[in-house]
């Protein structure tokens, strides 16, 4: 069975500042992952994914997420944190080979403040 | 071009009542999926499409929940019998199937209360 953990709930940033939200999962064989954020009363927009290849993933808004296979990990990245990033991160897993159906972790709330 | 549509947006029906929710794809994509998201639970899958297999039905919570999918383009979820607990933001996505590894595109959700 897939599985993804965000093991926060929340993650509080300054504007300006470096903001990272992270995202672990389990998986057999090879991982394909994803990124999609979540503005209030809107659905989830992709933003970006790892299929094989170059551990850093670049996508919109600035955004980028680094893989890392021996940790099991996806975090997503971005150097500089805009006021208006707040939103729901949701991280989602499924494996390269099997089911096409991803499974999603329960969402970060991204805050950055002014 | 058009995204993924869902209708109603809001859909207030009272305890043991019927509903159905309907979603649009994105023209040409042949999966479909159906996810529930409820407040702090992120979202969990109920169902989902590729082309004209058969569905995989294996996160439809009750026999209250069926879902269908006309002529390869729109979907319908129905929920028999309302519950309270069936409240929740239903979301629909699409993507452009097997061939790719393809990113979900979804729908705005339909929020349905049940009183």
């Known amino acids: 069975a897939q599985s993804v953990a965000q093991p926060e709930d929340q993650v509080n940033v300054a504007e300006g500042n470096p903001l990272t939200v992270k995202c672990t999962y389990s998986?057999?064989?090879?991982?394909?992952l994803f990124w999609y954020v979540q503005y209030p009363n809107r659905g989830l927009q992709f933003l970006l994914k790892?299929?094989?290849?170059?551990?850093l993933v670049k996508g919109s808004y600035g955004f980028e997420a680094e893989f890392n296979k021996s940790q099991t990990s996806f975090h997503l990245k971005k150097p500089s944190a805009l006021v208006s990033d707040s939103a729901l991160y949701f991280c989602?897993?499924?494996?390269?080979?099997?089911?096409?159906?991803?499974?999603f972790g329960r969402g970060t709330s991204l805050i950055v403040h002014p | 071009g058009a995204g993924v549509s869902q209708s109603p947006s809001n859909k207030v029906t009272e305890k043991g009542k019927d509903v159905e929710l309907r979603c649009d794809p994105i023209?040409?994509?042949?999966?479909l999926y159906w996810y529930r998201q409820s407040l702090g639970q992120g979202l969990e899958f109920l169902i989902y499409?590729?082309?004209?297999?058969?569905?995989?039905k294996s996160g439809l919570p009750s026999d209250r929940f069926s879902a269908e999918r006309t002529g390869g383009s729109v979907s319908t979820l129905t929920i028999q019998r309302t519950q309270q607990e069936d409240s929740a933001v239903y979301l629909c996505?699409?993507?452009?199937?097997?061939?790719?590894?393809?990113?979900?595109?979804f729908g705005p959700g339909t929020r349905l209360t049940v009183t």
């Open positions: 023209s040409g994509h042949t999966a």
């Open positions: 989602a897993v499924r494996p390269s080979g099997g089911s096409y159906i991803p499974t």
């Open positions: 790892y299929i094989t290849g170059d551990n």
């Open positions: 998986v057999s064989g090879n991982p394909y």
């Open positions: 996505a699409s993507s452009s199937g097997i061939g790719a590894v393809s990113e979900q595109y």
């Open positions: 499409f590729q082309g004209n297999s058969a569905p995989d």
